[in-house]
Each structure stands twice: as structure tokens, then as C-alpha cells.
């Protein structure tokens, strides 16, 4: 088993900045990829942004340039920093873990970001 617990969404203005945490507990072998992904109303959850143990990130091409994921190896955390954020970027953001060995998915409960003026 596998926790992962979400901190850091809320209610910010265009031009904004926010800063998404999760720390994950239990089983998780060393070698895993984690990060985030959003969901928007009506809309199928989609990749924001993962990055692997060695460093290895993946980013979609809408959040490129605004937002960095980052990682903790030694305390299985890994951050989203969010900038320039849009009203596009409104979403409830999930914290995801995969690993690699036993090929298992893990997700967090969610939080909610809201870009509005």
C-alpha cells in the first residue's frame, strides 16, 4: 500500500503563483516515477507533469515554461511550482506514483486549484 497526501491547492488570480505538495508513505520501491495530474469539470484527467528518480521529467506542452516539478528522493515528496497560472489551469490536481517493478499506479485524494479574477 501506497499513501499519498496532497497539500497546497486554493484560489488564486491570473498572473498567479502556487505551490502543490505530496508526500507519499508505505511500500515504494526506490526506483518509481511520480507527479501530478489535473482533472477539470467534465474532462478526462490528464498529465501535468512526472519526473523519474534519476531526474527524468515529463511535461505537457501547456504548462511548459510555467510550471517545474521537483522532487525529494530521501523523503518521497515531490512539488509542482505553479506560475503565470490561467483560468485553464483550473483543475482538481491528483499526486500519482508508478512504479516501476510491480507496475502499480497510486493515487492521491486531490486538490483543488481555482485561477479566477
Known amino acids: 500500500q501506497v499513501q499519498l497526501v496532497e497539500s497546497g491547492g486554493g484560489l488564486v488570480q491570473p498572473g498567479g503563483s502556487l505551490r502543490l505538495s505530496c508526500s507519499a508513505s508505505g511500500s515504494i520501491a526506490r526506483l518509481n516515477r511520480m507527479g501530478w495530474y489535473r482533472q477539470a469539470p467534465g474532462k478526462q484527467r490528464d498529465l501535468v507533469a512526472t519526473i523519474s528518480t534519476g531526474g527524468d521529467t515529463i511535461y505537457d506542452d501547456s504548462v511548459k515554461e510555467r510550471f517545474t516539478v521537483s522532487r525529494d528522493n530521501t523523503k518521497n515528496t515531490v512539488s509542482l511550482q505553479m506560475n503565470n497560472l490561467k483560468s485553464e489551469d483550473t483543475a482538481v490536481y491528483y499526486c500519482?506514483?508508478?512504479?516501476?517493478?510491480?507496475?502499480?499506479?497510486?493515487w492521491g485524494q486531490g486538490t483543488q486549484v481555482t485561477v479566477s479574477s
Open positions: 500519482n506514483v508508478f512504479i516501476y517493478s510491480t507496475r502499480e499506479t497510486w
